[in-house]
């Protein structure tokens, strides 16, 4: 489970066991979170978010969540530039989810996903409801590792200004050498 914004006294919640928490703060509200079931083997903060490197029935895989200011006024594009090398210094496959503040046909998002060989993973449609809902906006991604398979949903907004997304993901089915030969 991935968090951005997260407003909540994370550190007083109390999870399940065998669930772990790594959370990274980057000022008062932009507090990001990533909650999981599978054995963390590494973890680090980066300058806009949170990583975990998991143990997970897939493989050992990385999780990232961040949360990116708004295009303008607040300089997105500075914040992705500081950005790409902390992700790409990331050992892969790479599952990069997040308030990313942008369309899915942004430069930034075709930036990101180019640069952790990754693509986003359709499905959520409108993720954002603001000013009286009036505003609706699909900016909340969720990027995949290449190759591997995604389902989305979109779940309720449970009193927030975004969607709740749930994502499935998978590798690809591969045939042994064996059973290709049988």
Avoid: K
């Avoid at 489970?1 to 919640?13: F, K, N, V, Y």
């Avoid at 990274?24 to 990583?51: F, K, N, Q, Y």
């Avoid at 090398?85 to 990101?112: C, F, K, R, V, Y």
């Amino acid at each position: 489970m991935t968090l951005q914004e997260a407003r909540l006294a994370l550190q007083d919640l109390d999870l399940p066991l065998g669930w772990d928490m790594h959370r990274c703060a980057d000022g008062p509200v932009r507090l990001t979170a990533i909650l999981s079931r599978h054995p963390v083997r590494a973890r680090g903060c980066l300058s806009s978010g949170s990583w975990v490197r998991a143990e997970t029935p897939e493989g050992d895989l990385t999780v990232a969540t961040l949360h990116l200011y708004w295009p303008w006024p607040r300089g997105q594009h500075s914040q992705v530039r500081r950005l790409l090398p902390e992700l790409a210094a990331l050992p892969g496959p790479i599952l990069l989810t997040g308030d990313m503040n942008q369309t899915p046909w942004s430069h930034t998002l075709a930036e990101l996903t180019e640069n952790t060989g990754t693509y986003r993973a359709r499905g959520a449609g409108v993720t954002y409801v603001g000013a009286a809902g009036l505003v609706r906006l699909p900016i909340d991604h969720l990027l995949v590792p290449s190759g591997w398979l995604a389902e989305v949903r979109r779940l309720e907004r449970w009193g927030a200004d975004h969607h709740a997304l749930a994502l499935s993901v998978s590798r690809p089915y591969r045939r042994s050498a064996r059973q290709a030969a049988e």
